[in-house]
């Protein structure tokens, strides 16, 4: 006779547990909370140009019209992604490649790796979509890392707690282990990030640094993060002197009328690591309407940052580091 076995429920204990611990976290961390509350209502003049002006060049592909997606179906589904809060699983961790069309792919290159990370409010559509244009723009393979949405609520929350609490294991303990392996097995490792995903970035960084065994590797990480949320990212000095450039090699993209990049890396200047390229009056925070062309003509750094350098299936020289103090 079989036993009926009943869906389990948290106890109230559990509960009590869950619940103290946050408490005891934010409680711990009122300072950089208190900050980060300033620095919003310091730029709440720039909320309104968090999405637009919307398709702000003939050729983009924007996340929010429904012409850039396969069906209206996929369009929808974006839209109630972003507002349903539900917790939903992750469409690639680093394994879907998304591949530029007509791509062949040249033996030399084999032994490098790119990665894209994505930001809040990323549904499967939305995340393949600004894989393409990335992978269009740099001609590459780049393989997504997908952090799926929860909620526009929820997923502002868990980048509070990932960033401020720092309390980083959910959303950034896959993406190190995919950048662990990838650093084990390549010559070179890009990892490309947008908004969230640069506090993802920092994490990932972080522990690769503390590592003995990958510390080794870190020369061959290179980090590229646009419309930055996060409040920091160190690089290694000794490290960096031993090879000639910062280790792992990092260069940042803002416009300067986006909010998230605002109270992120423009607000932390002394606490980021690498060449910060800004357009100080360019409104939008969405990647590939207002960050991946201009990236891509070299907008933002008058073509001179190693990313520029990538793209359109370009290639980027020993002596294309920008050095650390860099700023424009």
């Known amino acids: 006779m079989s036993q009926f076995q009943p869906t389990s429920v948290p106890s109230k204990s559990s509960v009590f547990t869950k619940s103290t611990k946050v408490a005891t976290r934010v409680i711990h961390g009122r300072r950089p909370l208190l900050r980060d509350l300033r620095l919003v209502l310091t730029h709440v003049g720039e909320l309104p ?5 919307l398709k702000s060049e003939p050729d983009v592909h924007p996340e929010l019209l429904p ?3 396969p069906s209206y179906v996929d369009y929808l589904s974006v839209m109630a992604q972003m507002i349903v809060p539900t917790e939903r699983k992750s469409i690639s961790y680093g394994t879907l490649a998304v591949i530029p069309t007509d791509y062949v792919w040249p033996q030399e290159k084999r032994q490098s790796k790119w990665f894209f990370i994505n930001g809040i409010c990323t549904s499967p559509a939305m995340a393949l979509l600004e894989t393409r244009e990335m992978a269009a723009a740099f001609q590459r393979p780049i393989h997504l890392i997908h952090t799926p949405t929860a909620g526009v609520v929820r997923d502002l929350w868990g980048a509070v707690t990932a960033r401020t609490l720092r309390k980083d294991g959910r959303l950034s303990r896959p993406s190190f282990n995919i ?21 993802i970035a920092s994490y990932v960084v972080r522990k690769i640094l503390k590592d003995p065994v990958l510390r080794l590797h870190a020369h061959k990480l290179e980090v590229y993060c646009i419309g930055g949320a996060a409040d920091s990212l160190h690089t290694d000095r000794g ?8 280790v792992p090699y990092v260069e940042h993209f803002a416009n300067g009328k986006d909010f998230f990049a605002r109270v992120g890396v423009l607000a932390h200047y002394h606490d980021t690591s690498g060449a910060i390229f800004v357009i100080p009056n360019k409104k939008g925070h969405m990647l590939n309407d207002h960050y991946i062309k201009g990236i891509g003509r070299g907008d933002y750094c008058d073509q001179r940052s190693r990313l520029y350098k990538y793209a359109n299936g370009g290639e980027a020289g020993v002596h294309d580091y920008i050095p650390t103090d860099r700023r424009r």
Not at 182 to 197: F, M, P, R, W
């Open 49 to 53: 140009w968090l999405l637009f002006p």
């Open 67 to 69: 012409t850039s997606y």
């Open 179 to 199: 950048i662990k392996n990838a650093l084990l097995s390549h010559e070179k490792v890009v990892l490309t990030t947008y908004s969230q995903g640069t506090i």
């Open 239 to 246: 490290l960096s002197a031993e090879h000639g450039h910062s």
